[in-house]
Structures are given as C-alpha cells and as structure tokens.
T-cell receptor, first 113, second 112 residues
Framework: GAGVSQSPSNKVTEKGKDVELRCDPI?????LYWYRQSLGQGLEFLIY????????KSGLPSDRFSAERTGGSVSTLTIQRTQQEDSAVYLC???????????FGPGTRLTVL | DAKTTQPNSMESNEEEPVHLPCNHS???????IHWYRQLPSQGPEYVIH???SNVNNRMASLAIAEDRKSSTLILHRATLRDAAVYYC?????????????FGSGTQLTVLP
C-alpha cells in the first residue's frame, strides 16, 4: 500500500524566500507529525496534528514556521523568510492514532543559500 | 523528560547476532520503550516497542531489564541491509505529547 509521501524531495531556495513543504499521510491515519533533522543530528519535533483537535505547535522554532492540515489529510509546512539555519531534512510521519507506531515519509531536503 | 543513552557506534559481522544496548535510568513506570531505525537517506522506520515484558516481532527482539532501566534490541542475524542508525526512545502513554524525542542513536555497521 502507499506510504507517506512528501514533496518536493529536494528544495533549494534563497535566504529570505518563503517555502512550502507538502506531506500526504497514509489514508485513514488521524495523527500527523512534522520533524526536522539537521545534518548528523537526531530528529527535532516541530508540530503534531491529531484529528480535529488543535495542533501541538510546541516544537516550532519560531513564528516563521507554520503548518496546516486540510480536511484531516494533506499537510503543508510553511517557512517564511527562510534563513540558512533552516537548512535540514524535513520529515513527515503519520500514525493511525497518537499512540501507534509512526510511519515516516522520505523527507524533503531543504537547502537555504 | 526521561532520556536514553546509547553507544555512538557498533560493528557486527554479517549473519551474526547484534545486541544494541540502551540505558534509560530515569524511565517512569508508564513510559513505553520504542526502537526506530534510520537507513541512509531514508526516514526512520519503526522496529519494535515494549513496556515490561520482552517482545519479539519479525524484525527483532526487545529484551527489557527487570528494573526497566535498560533495554537491548536484538537483531538475530545481521544483514548488510540492517546497517542504520538505531534510536531508543521513551514514549509516555498519555498527555498531549505524541512526538518521538530522538537522541543521537547508535550507528550500526555490518561487515561482510
């Protein structure tokens, strides 16, 4: 079956530009997570969506970061006025509920020049 | 938050068992122990999880110490495809946080 997909796979942008990263979770999964992983580091939690509940935004590093999840399915992570320190792999994961194992997408590699 | 400690790296020979240790001395009574692994250039994938009893699945076995302050992921017969970073993670069963807090993990190298 289809897993979690993310697009684009790679994104190169200039400092100060806005970027949008997309995540398509596994169909039927109510929970969706965004993480980022800097080179050689572990995963850093960004935001968590569960059903129709208000998202847990506690991991967003600044107000330049925001995310939406439309119709309980597709999610978009937006980074405004990108900075070089935003360069990382952004990973999306979904799970059947907030308690279950998480299935990760392949990630989007963001490079800010 | 309870933290985990893992060796930075380990090596194993192909087709031999691998024991990957994890210390979590500050684990709470309700934290689940999860293991994920991340192959090169891929997102993490779930391996196994447990609470108190040892667990087995098609990928691996999880041995949990009686005091729950440590656990060991066991790959019964390492293959070259098992080369990855292995993360040991504690997850509380309740509360608003459902995210996975990853440490630096153990880089497993499998030698042919």
């Amino acid at each position: 079956g289809a897993g979690v997909s993310q697009s684009p796979s790679n994104k190169v942008t200039e400092k100060g530009k806005d970027v949008e990263l997309r995540c398509d979770p596994i169909s039927g999964h109510t929970a969706l997570y965004w993480y980022r992983q800097s080179l050689g580091q572990g995963l850093e939690f960004l935001i968590y969506f569960q059903g129709n509940s208000a998202p847990d935004k506690s991991g967003l590093p600044s107000d330049r970061f925001s995310a939406e999840r439309t119709g309980g399915s597709v999610s978009t992570l937006t980074i405004q006025r990108t900075q070089q320190e935003d360069s990382a792999v952004y990973l999306c994961a979904s799970s059947h509920s907030g308690h279950d194992e998480q299935f990760f997408g392949p990630g989007t590699r963001l490079t800010v020049l | 938050d309870a933290k985990t400690t893992q060796p930075n790296s380990m090596e194993s020979n192909e087709e031999e068992p691998v024991h990957l240790p994890c210390n979590h001395s500050t684990i709470s009574g309700t934290d689940y122990i999860h293991w994920y692994r991340q192959l090169p250039s891929q997102g993490p994938e779930y391996v196994i999880h447990g609470l108190t009893s040892n667990v087995n699945n098609r990928m691996a076995s999880l041995a949990i110490a009686e005091d729950r302050k440590s656990s060991t992921l066991i790959l019964h017969r390492a293959t070259l495809r098992d080369a990855a970073v292995y993360y040991c993670i504690l997850r509380p069963p309740g509360g608003s946080a459902r995210q996975l807090t990853f440490g630096s993990g153990t880089q497993l190298t499998v030698l042919p």
